[in-house]
């Protein structure tokens, strides 16, 4: 199937640091969604982005839609030890109706 | 609102033997999914359902099958488990194809098999 190359796949990182992560592809996506998963439990939406170049917030995240349609990144500015987790991005190819997911940046955050 | 509730949360099974992992959404969602979650290669889909009635493979169906029993539930079947079948299994759901509706997900059913 098609590929979503997320980077980094993990990090570690100061409290208080900024964090940005992205996904890219050789397709071009429709949407980019991008998912944190807490220890333990599901994939929570955190962003999700419809047109390309959109920019949106959503508290301290901050997300962008490529201007190519093939990339997307996730900022995080601030850190707190509560970003810890995994995060996904997920992408929608035209005439597909399921997600591909990236394989996750994991984040570590030293308090 | 429960969302999507998974059950059971954890299971150990030996090899060769069958179960069903069940799923169940109260969001009134067309799409309903089952993904594997290994570590290092993030989340593929075995099965999903469009819509009531309607089934298909995703990237790794094998030793899998799935029963869409009705809008609110989706369940998966192992018919004869194998140690390659531990993981992690989430069950998601949507509401529907349009342009990237987005997955909600349950917190999953922990699988081992020895």
């Known amino acids: 199937g098609q590929q979503l190359n997320q980077s980094p796949q993990s990090m570690f990182i100061q409290e208080g640091e900024d964090v940005s992560m992205n996904c890219t592809s050789s397709s071009i996506f429709n949407t980019w969604l991008w998912y944190k998963q807490d220890p333990g439990e599901g994939p929570v939406l955190l962003i999700a982005l419809y047109k390309a170049g959109e920019l949106t917030s959503n508290g301290r995240l901050t997300a962008q839609f490529g201007i190519t349609r093939k990339d997307s990144f996730l900022n995080i500015s601030a850190s707190i030890p509560s970003d810890v987790g995994i995060y996904f991005c997920?992408?929608?190819?035209?005439?597909?109706?399921?997600?591909?997911f990236g394989k996750g940046t994991m984040l570590l955050v030293s308090p | 609102n429960a969302g999507v509730t998974q059950t059971p949360k954890f299971q150990v099974l030996k090899t060769g033997q069958s179960m069903t992992l069940q799923c169940a959404q109260d969001m009134n969602h067309n799409s309903m999914y089952w993904y594997r979650q290994d570590p290092g290669m993030g989340l593929r889909l075995i099965y999903y359902s469009a819509s009531e009635g309607t089934t298909d493979k995703g990237e790794v169906p094998n030793g899998y099958n799935v029963s869409r029993l009705n809008k609110r539930e989706f369940s998966l079947r192992l018919e004869s488990a194998a140690p390659s079948q531990t993981s992690v299994y989430f069950c998601?759901?949507?509401?529907?194809?349009?342009?990237?509706?987005?997955?909600?997900f349950g917190n999953g059913t922990r699988l081992t098999v020895t």
């Open positions: 998601a759901s949507s509401e529907g194809q349009k342009m990237g509706s987005p997955l909600h």
């Open positions: 997920a992408g929608q190819l035209p005439g597909y109706s399921t997600l591909t």
